[in-house]
């Protein structure tokens, strides 16, 4: 699947290219918000190999952050594990201070809603890019 039928097939928002946290991804990204109200959630699309950084959703209490995967291909990793790959109809809860990344496969855009748990003393922290060389080695 490419960026295109992605962006045509989109169920929510598709939104626009991703220029405000461009600085914390390595490729392209889209971003469509669909709530800003109650729990804030976000549409995200990858083009093909696409990924954000490492980065880490801060909390006191709560927070975190839940992605349901709607169409392609990805992956998530916490620091120090095997990554996991995602697929349509998967849901990937990310605890609070947990170091992880998400993106597109190498091969196939990939979009999934971005859930923004609420909690209190919430802040992201980005962190290094994903290891080319380790992301090369994904299936
Ligand atoms: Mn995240």
């Not at 928002?13 to 918000?33: C, I, K, M, R």
């Not at 916490?78 to 849901?91: I, K, N, T």
């Amino acid at each position: 699947m490419n960026i295109e039928e992605l962006r045509q097939t989109s169920l929510f928002n598709f939104g626009e290219e991703n220029v405000n946290f461009a600085q914390y991804f390595d490729g392209t990204s889209y971003l469509g918000p669909i709530s800003l109200e109650q729990v804030p959630a976000f549409n995200v699309s990858f083009e093909p190999g696409c990924r954000n950084h490492w980065h880490v959703h801060h909390a006191e209490q709560g927070g975190g952050q839940m992605l349901l995967v709607t169409a392609g291909r990805g992956w998530y990793q916490e620091w120090g594990q095997p990554a996991r790959e995602l697929h349509p109809g998967d849901v990937v809860n990310i605890p609070a201070n947990v170091k992880h990344w998400h993106g597109a496969a190498a091969d196939t855009a990939f979009q999934h809603i971005a859930i923004e748990v609420p909690g209190q003393g919430t802040s992201t922290e980005w962190c290094e890019a994903v290891d080319p060389e380790e992301y090369a080695k994904l299936a």
